[in-house]
């Protein structure tokens, strides 16, 4: 049973991989050296060696089938010759003997067979969907002409890599478009709506030269996504969202849709930017709300750092949240690259378990004029907007 795998047993990536041909057969040999040895000590009436037959059992569990036919063998050969040199008296309870363990070894591999094709489909069924739930989230860290975001996603649920959770950064001729947004509920129930949130900003904030017709083009969409899932007997969510819109200067335009006030950190104490809350995505119609745009100074060097609730609501076992404004005051490290798995693993020291909810960090910094292509953050052809948000060209 030694040897090289071969790659049809080998388990696929992601996949606990089955223990190797030495291990498994130096596990056999010496199962089978100590159920002979005991049943040699016992007398001939012992049938101790019928105990083998569990080997194959056990690996039609973890191992592969090759290792588990090898078993099969193996046990079967053993038992055949351990019967000659240790006969019983009736040559009819010795041939049901054998039968049942011919019987026992093929149901083994059997079920071994069954699983590995059960294990496949569900890997090629997780590739799926790992690969649908990958065009959802841009990979971090993602650079444009004029920031650099870094972060950290965590959804709630086991295994799921997209949850309640959302963001996105776009590099459009109107220069840098952040989101960052939280859906109402948490994990895969609540992706739908995050869905519709992403496609809607990845075509507004191109199309759209005024940062209010973007957060307008995701209210529209959560609108809608709102009137289908009533159609479907789903559940209506708001979302909390910012949108924010950097080009080659200082100023850093900002529409917020009930969502948590981003932190600014600098040469001085880290703090929050005042930005009026407004009303969650979903619910603008409700309240009679008009967006509008909120500005704010980000120089060269400074982090932006944008967090969902599952930052600022992370409790410890007596009930009290994590404290993100003193703790940003402590870290030492504030490179957009390590502050947010710093966030991330002093929200885990603090919560003593397991997420509660979808966790997401994100931190901002602007390019450096320096590397921008051609210097001046915009490349040949890009339309600049503005103080208003407006492009030039737009009526």
Known sequence: MTGARTPTDSAPAGQVRP?????????????????????AVSGSSARLVLLLVFVPALLAGLGTLAQTVAAAIWVTGVI?????????????????????????QTVGVLLCARRLRRDRE??????????????????????TRHALLH????????????????YDIADTPYGTRVLVGDVQGKGLPAIGAGFAVLGAFREAAFR????????????????????????????????TATVFGLDGGSAVQAVNCGHLAPYLL??????????????????????GEVRAVQRFELAEGDTLLLVTDGVTEAADAEGVFYPIDRRLRELPDRSPDALAGAVEEDVRRHSHGPLRDDLTILALRRTPASDRPGGNGRTPGSVRPNADGRSPNAS
């Open 19 to 39: 223990p190797g041909n030495r291990s498994v057969a130096v596990g056999v040999l010496a199962a089978t050296v100590l159920l002979l040895a005991a049943q």
């Open 151 to 166: 972060g950290r996603y965590r959804p709630v649920e086991e295994d799921a890599l997209v949850g309640g959770d959302l």
């Open 208 to 239: 759209d030269p005024a940062l209010t017709a973007v957060a307008l083009a995701l209210e529209n969409a959560v609108t809608r996504h709102n009137a289908y899932a009533a159609q479907s007997g789903e559940d209506e969510r708001f979302v």
């Open 266 to 287: 600098g040469d001085g104490e880290p703090g929050t930017v005042p930005l009026d809350a407004g009303v969650p995505l979903g619910l603008a119609e409700l309240a």
């Open 122 to 143: 569900l890997f090629r069924m997780r590739q799926t969907a790992v690969a649908l739930q990958r065009q959802l989230l841009r990979p971090l860290p993602a650079p």
């Open 80 to 104: 055949v010759v351990s019967s000659l040199v240790f006969p019983t008296p009736s040559v009819a309870g010795r041939a049901l003997t054998l039968v049942g363990v011919v019987l026992a």
